[in-house]
């Protein structure tokens, strides 16, 4: 997990879903999280991009992300 900044805004950065087998290669899911305004937005990148990727990557990364239109869980009625 990261937190960076860009144009005022604060985003948690991290890895979506971590496989369960423990295998570390292929391609995962990265969330940008803004909690004040509660914005989401997921990019795809190769395992461990996260780890060694630069303000200016994250930045681009952030650009491109789709917005997340759907909600993680699911409420009881």
């Known amino acids: 997990m990261r937190v960076f900044s860009t144009a005022g805004a604060s985003w948690v950065v991290r890895p979506e879903l971590l496989d369960e087998s423990g295998a570390r290669v292929g391609w995962e899911s990265i969330l940008f999280e803004n909690e004040p305004a509660r914005a989401a937005r997921l990019v ?29 869980g699911r409420e009881q009625l």
């Open 44 to 72: 795809y990148r190769p395992v461990g991009w996260l780890r060694t990727a630069t303000d200016e990557e994250l930045a681009a990364a952030l650009a491109e992300a789709e917005v997340v239109r759907a909600r993680w």
